[in-house]
């Protein structure tokens, strides 16, 4: 059998020290890891559902509105607000008179 730990009695306790506090270090980032996981999860889980349309808003006094946009729509801008059906023709039509 191979063994390759050291022969006195003075080395093996700090090296027994020392392999615990690696399998410490070890644990610790298991359960680390373990937890971004679990809220990564519960996020998901609790994600509110993407809106079928979104209107973008406009700058100043009022927003008016700008665009309106598909809900998974990439070219949306930052300022934007969910908006039922009824909602995004009622606005495309308003923006179609303002032009």
Do not use: K
């Amino acid at each position: 059998m191979f063994d390759d730990t050291p022969p006195d009695l003075e080395r093996l306790p700090t090296l027994r020290v020392w392999h615990t506090m690696w399998l410490t270090r070890i644990d610790n980032r298991i359960a680390e890891l373990q937890r971004r996981e679990a809220e990564r999860e519960h996020g998901r889980r609790v994600r509110p559902a993407r809106p079928e349309w979104i209107v973008q808003l406009g700058i100043g006094t009022g927003r008016p509105p700008v665009q309106v946009h598909a809900g998974d729509c990439y070219a949306a801008g930052n300022r934007h607000r969910p908006i039922d059906r009824d909602d995004a023709v009622g606005s495309w039509r308003w923006a179609g008179r303002r032009r």
